[in-house]
């Protein structure tokens, strides 16, 4: 079922959007990796990536864009539009690690009915930022 409509009148600066949070597998990196034609060892094999002396299989970067874009269209609704996004990766982050995206609003801008809802995005492992985006997404009053 999609999600209603997000009634861009009714933000607030500083509104948070719902917390979500993953555990990734190995399973969940092959598949990320499957969809992107991103066959590259470092994101699928554990004695690959031991070699390297990294603790298990990296997750993509790509993939902290996917779980934020995803975030944000969750919470906008089926009829919002991603505009742009600023993506800053800041650590690495490995199969197997549990992480949680953040999202609030820091602008909103109105013009003729349109809005453009301005997000600031974190993925966290723990207390430690993985990455961040700065998403805009176009919406339209009801």
Excluded at 76 to 101: N, R, Y
Aim: hydrophobic residues 45%.
């Amino acid at each position: 079922m999609l999600r209603a409509d997000l009634n861009p009148q009714r933000l607030t600066l500083g509104q948070t959007l719902p917390d979500s949070s993953q555990t990734y597998s190995e399973a969940d990196l092959v598949a990320y990796g499957a969809a992107t034609w991103d066959w590259h060892r470092l994101h699928y094999d554990l004695a690959y990536a031991k070699s390297k002396q990294l603790p298990g299989p990296l997750v993509d970067g790509q993939m902290f864009g996917a779980v934020f874009a995803r975030e944000a269209m969750n919470w906008a609704g089926p009829k919002a539009f991603i505009q742009t996004m600023g993506l800053k990766m800041k650590s690495m982050a490995f199969a197997g690690d549990h992480m949680v995206a953040k999202g609030v609003i820091s602008a909103i801008n109105e013009t003729h009915g349109v809005y453009v809802i301005e997000l600031q995005q974190q993925l966290l492992c723990g207390e430690r930022l993985v990455a961040q985006a700065s998403t805009s997404i176009r919406l339209e009053a009801p």
